[in-house]
């Protein structure tokens, strides 16, 4: 089994920074597919970022943050980590992360995800 806790959550003013961070514990995810998902009230959860489990650190963004957040890991940390820069007030929203030990398909999908953090909550201030 994977547990996920997130942390960095609070809340900032538009156009701030805030870093997320996700840290595993029970196995390694050195090689699991990681994303990041946002849930804002009212909506369902949506995809935010993914970053692979292979060498090579692929990733994959949302259009809505493309440019403004970046996905990381620290493999020896068993850490992954979502830096959101240029900050809105439509971004406040739940942030959890997720893990997968399958391949890099669907990974927007939420439905493949086997494990799942409380989440953190952002608030962006206009």
């Known amino acids: 089994q994977v547990q996920l806790v997130e942390s960095g959550g609070r809340l900032v003013q538009a156009g701030g920074s805030l870093r997320l961070s996700c840290a595993a514990s029970?196995?390694?995810?050195?090689?699991?597919?990681m994303a990041w998902f946002r849930q804002a009230p009212g909506k369902d959860r949506e995809f935010v970022a993914a970053i692979d489990g292979g060498g090579g650190g692929t990733t994959i963004y949302a259009d809505f943050v493309k440019g403004r957040f970046t996905v990381s890991r620290d493999r020896a940390k068993n850490e992954v980590y979502l830096q959101m820069n240029s900050l809105k007030p439509e971004d406040t929203a739940v942030y959890y992360c997720?893990?997968?030990?399958?391949?890099?398909?669907?990974?927007?999908?939420?439905?493949?995800?086997?494990?799942w953090g409380q989440g953190t909550q952002v608030t962006v201030s206009s």
């Open positions: 997720s893990a997968k030990s399958s391949s890099w398909i669907n990974v927007r999908r939420e439905s493949n995800y086997a494990y």
């Open positions: 029970g196995r390694t995810v050195s090689g699991y597919t």
